[in-house]
Structure formats: structure tokens, C-alpha cells
């Protein structure tokens, strides 16, 4: 069965969204599904793949997504092996005037429950707005005549280190071309800090002022010392702006259980992704310690990663060992592993 090719176009703000969706749509002669078809589905990205479904694979469809739907959502919901249709590409319509002020935000989305319909766990508007940044196949930057050279310098570089692999469009009158790669897959690895974990990050637009550092450390952190570090030092921009900080962590107080550390803004989340136990055999660790990346603006990368050491385990607390480790204070929600959920 011949399959519908959809393009997906993502972006917070939504008039701006509304606008480039409607005009993609009249430019290739693809039919519109615009948000407001499938914002009161309990499930939105599902409900997205069923209505392209039964769209003219010749002609394929145009999707404009809601605010409160995950790209992570999406693109498994497109990529499940039973749809029909397909995401070919993912568009983001980003403010350049606005870009930062988008992912410096601290307000949070509720996002509802697929089954029940209502509101289920709250994401922050942040986290939306950079993971809709990452994993785009191209971002359209509006807004944008206005601003300084310089500042329109930072931000297209910042764009591009957040999302190396997205091709990255000036928006102008009408739209200009698209062009796609492969449909997505379930298997996505284009945000930049993917990309830097993995030894693979080459931004090809650079500003002296945006730069991306990696951090290892074999040393558990002390989490008093971590939340000091991230409140205190890190957010006030003590190091410079962290705009984008990623990857897995282990914390002194929760031994065995690798985290992802995920923080954008002002905003971060850590929450367990294994447990050392659950491995099999020839299973391979996540991460041994910490393995993180960060992406920002005027960062000191030496005094960042200096800072960071100072967090992690001394050579006294390493001795002391885990018994000694439980005591200490630990001011992070609590980690709930699907050991824990079947027990």
C-alpha cells in the first residue's frame, strides 16, 4: 500500500505557525490538517496519523501540530510500523525576536493521558520548544529583519548548534523550497546534544559568542552540591547562558540508576532511565558517570567544568562509600523505576 507523505510544522508561536502551515499547503498543493482537528483528541499525534491516513498519497497533507504535543510523540505515532502515513518532514517556525525568551521561559503545559483524556503530567513550555528545535528536519526563522547583525549572527548560530543537522531558512514573502531526507524514524539522533554525546557535532554556522562544550565525570555527584550549583551559580549566568544542557548523570544518593539530565532555560528535570541491575549480560552502560553536554552563549567552559568537578564526589566521600553517600541530603523529586512501578 502506497504510503502519505506529511509535513509536520511545529512552533510555539502560533499565529506565525497558523500562517507558514496555511502557505506551505497552498505552495504544494498539499491539503491543510490544521491544529485545531486533532487538539481535542486524547490523543493528538495518533489522531494526527489517522486523518493523514486517509489523505491522497498523491498529494500527501500538510500538518500543523498543536502547542502541547511532544515532536518525540509525534514522530513515534508516525513512525509505528502499521501507519499509513508517514512524516517526512518536520518544520519549525521559530521567532527570531523572541528566540531566547521562548526557551528562557519557566511555565509549564499540561499534557493529558491518551487513554483518560485528561491531563496527565505537566512538561515545561521550554522543553517543547527546544525539542521542537532539535529534532526538525528545517527551521524557518521569522521575525528576523529586525534584529541587529550581530544579534541575528548569535541567534542563527545558536539555532544551528541546538540542531546541527536541520537546514536552517531566512523566512521571506511566500515559502521557499523544502527538501526531505528519508521518512523520520523511531531512531532520531539530530539534536545537537545527541550529536555531541556521540562524537558527531559540526555545526556548519558558528558566532564566537555560541559554543558547545562536553563534560565527563566518573564520579558520582552529591546532589546538595549539584542543586547549590544549578540554582546559585549556573542559572544566575555565572558561566554564561546555558541555554541547552543534556545528557545522563548518576547522583551520590541514588547509586546503580543512571538519569537523564535534561535542562533548557530555566527549567530542569532529572529522572531515571536504567538501573544498573535490570541490564543483561551483554547489555552495555548508558553512562559510567556523568556524560553531559552543554550549549549556550559567552560560556567559560573551564571555570563551567571546574565547577561541575567541585559537585562530584570527593577522594574523602568516594572512601567513605554508598553507606556513607545515603546520608547526605538530597533536595531532588524521587525516582520511581519500572522495578519499583511492578513491585
Given at each position: ?135 526538525a528536519s528545517t527551521i524557518v526563522l521569522v521575525n528576523w ?104 548523570c548518576r547522583l551520590a544518593t541514588r547509586p546503580g540508576v ?9 527549567v530542569i528535570s532529572l529522572s531515571p532511565i536504567a538501573a ?68
Amino acid at each position: 500500500m502506497e504510503s502519505i507523505g506529511v509535513i509536520a510544522v511545529v512552533g510555539v508561536c502560533r499565529p506565525e505557525r497558523q500562517g507558514y502551515a496555511r502557505r506551505l499547503a497552498a505552495s504544494t498543493g498539499r491539503p491543510l490538517l490544521p491544529a485545531s482537528r486533532v487538539a481535542g483528541s486524547p490523543d493528538p499525534a495518533h489522531e494526527a496519523v489517522i486523518l493523514a491516513s486517509w489523505k491522497d498519497p498523491a498529494t500527501g497533507a500538510v500538518l500543523e501540530v498543536p502547542d502541547e504535543v511532544p515532536v518525540t510523540e509525534l514522530i513515534g505515532a508516525f513512525a509505528d510500523q502499521e501507519a499509513r502515513a508517514r512524516l517526512l518532514g518536520l518544520v519549525c517556525v521559530a521567532d527570531a525576536a523572541h528566540l531566547l525568551d521562548d526557551l528562557l521561559r519557566d511555565d509549564h503545559v499540561a499534557l493529558r493521558d491518551a487513554e483518560s483524556g485528561v491531563a496527565a503530567r505537566l512538561e515545561a513550555s521550554a522543553q517543547l520548544a527546544v525539542t521542537q528545535l532539535e529534532y526538525a528536519s528545517t527551521i524557518v526563522l521569522v521575525n528576523w529583519a529586525a534584529l541587529p547583525p550581530e544579534e541575528l549572527a548569535v541567534a542563527m548560530a545558536l539555532v544551528n548548534h541546538l540542531s546541527p543537522r536541520a537546514r536552517l531558512r531566512l523566512h521571506r514573502e511566500g515559502t521557499s523550497h523544502l527538501e526531505f531526507d528519508e521518512p523520520y524514524s523511531v531512531e532520531q539522533d539530530r539534536a545537537g546534544w545527541i550529536c555531541l554525546l556521540n562524537g558527531d557535532f559540526d555545526p556548519h554556522m558558528t558566532d564566537r559568542r555560541v559554543s558547545a562544550v562536553r563534560y565527563e565525570q566518573i564520579r558520582p555527584l552529591h546532589p546538595g552540591r549539584l542543586q547549590h550549583l544549578l540554582d546559585e551559580r549556573i542559572e544566575p549566568g555565572e558561566f554564561g547562558l546555558v541555554v541547552r544542557s543534556a545528557g545522563f548523570c548518576r547522583l551520590a544518593t541514588r547509586p546503580g540508576v543512571v538519569g537523564q539530565w535534561e535542562h533548557v532555560g530555566r527549567v530542569i528535570s532529572l529522572s531515571p532511565i536504567a538501573a544498573d541491575a535490570a541490564l543483561a549480560d551483554d547489555d552495555e552502560l548508558l553512562a559510567v558517570g556523568q556524560d553531559l553536554a552543554f550549549i549556550g552563549i559567552d560560556l567559560d567552559h573551564t571555570r563551567l567544568a571546574s565547577a561541575l568537578d567541585e559537585a562530584a564526589l570527593s577522594d574523602d566521600e568516594i572512601a567513605a562509600g554508598p553507606s556513607s553517600w545515603a546520608g547526605y541530603a538530597d533536595p531532588f523529586p524521587a525516582w520511581t523505576t519500572a522495578t519499583d512501578r511492578h513491585e
